[in-house]
């Protein structure tokens, strides 16, 4: 009620023949509110926001239950609050069968005019252009249009949309366009159009675009994210979203502006998964997060963010024309490699091998490195002019790093306090027995024997999220940062068996 169309406004619901508005706890997100669309016979979530009004009795939607049930009346209790939720469908265009909010096959919805009288119909990619996908994106919140593909998400399994469509761009919703009266009535298989909008997600503040406070945009406007625990696994989504490297630094920092924010559950955040979905309403925790993700320089197919084939995005200074570059073994050597393992904010190389991670499936760097392994970043070092377009089979630079962790102060490498490397600084591990055996198999210390709990004075530690190691990630990946003053010692094995142990 009270929006600029039906699928937009003030929600309410019946109850006892009363239309009551709707109020909601925290944590209700874009997810919860894509059902309510849904049932709306809307399109996809667009924005949701709690907005002030006068003391009055509303529903209050408990966000647990509707998610288990996606029924708004049987997860409504009367109270007296004074705020109401505002949400935002898209009225008359949605994508479908994709793999989040902003992407999937464009379906406009047919007979505006007859509200009795509507169905969904998917769009002809002859009838439909960049500009066009333009204002799509923008209608549902989304960033710029990456992919624009017939077939992209399945063939027309709705009626066809009979005109084409002429946008200048500019235009806030697709049916504001001008539109020629062509008579299209069947859509040709594959030709269905499929589309994918960019998150509308962004670092600022820092030196380059990887880097900075994390901020969303909603209802046009940018927004900082706090979050709780957050550790380099979540963060690395992030990156990759981004079209950046590795997740390199996670951190936070205290807001004092007053901005209204977003809060976004770390364990929301995995591959794949639409950002927007992750995000409530939170305002009682004011630290806002900030992700450093390496710029230029990344490794995949790797068993942690410290190994994999290396790749480099080549064409820097033209930011709207980059793609990720393979580099040949050849053109790399060990110099190289500490620099690309410092810039990933890993330790040491320990193993370069061409093919160690798979062939080359990028387009290969055209020139050979060149570093001093001083050099802060691989971009840094010189490099010759070579011409070489191919890399041979198996002969793509694959690299592993050592993990940034140590055990100190014990009679060995392998027992001591357990330590992470973060910024170029050694902190302490609070006591986390589940993380020894991670620390004694990434050490190549064999398997962990015992554990402690060393005491200290209060101090700045790593706290490692105990599913995250469990689940087999790195413990880099694994650790946020937090306050404590006890911290975790471990003897391993030495990569003997342990009933070796009194021999030794």
Known sequence: MGGFSRCAGTLEIKDQGDWKPVDVLLNWSLQETAVVCQQLDCGFAVSNRKKSSSDRVVSIIHTDCFRSRSN???CATTVFSS???????????RLVNGTSLCSGRLEVKAHQSNQSDQWWSSVCEADFD??????VCRELGCGAPSVLQGGLYGGAEAATWSSEFQCGGHESALLDCRSSGAARNTCSPGKAVGLTCSEPVRLVGGPNPCSGSLEV????????????GWTLKPAGVICRQLDCGSAVAMGEKEDLSNRTSWHMDRMCVQPGSDLRECLSTRSSYSDILEITCSDSVRLVNGTSPCSGRLEVKAHQSNQSDQWWSSVCEADFDQQDAEVVCRELGCGAPSVLQGGLYGGAAAATWSSDFQCGGHESALLDCRSSGAA???CSPGKAVGLTCSEPVRLVGGPSPCSGSLEVKHLGHWKPVDWTPEAAAAACRELDCGSAVSTGKKQGTPTNVWSVHIPCVEAGFSIKECVHSSYSSSHLEITCSGGTDPHDLEVQ
């Open 388 to 390: 070489r377009n191919t």
């Open 130 to 135: 960049q500009q066009d996908a333009e204002v």
């Open 72 to 74: 708004l009346r049987e």
């Open 217 to 228: 945009k909603h209802l046009g406007h940018w927004k900082p994210v706090t979050g709780l």
């Open 83 to 93: 705020s109401v939720l505002e949400i935002t469908c898209s009225d008359s265009v």
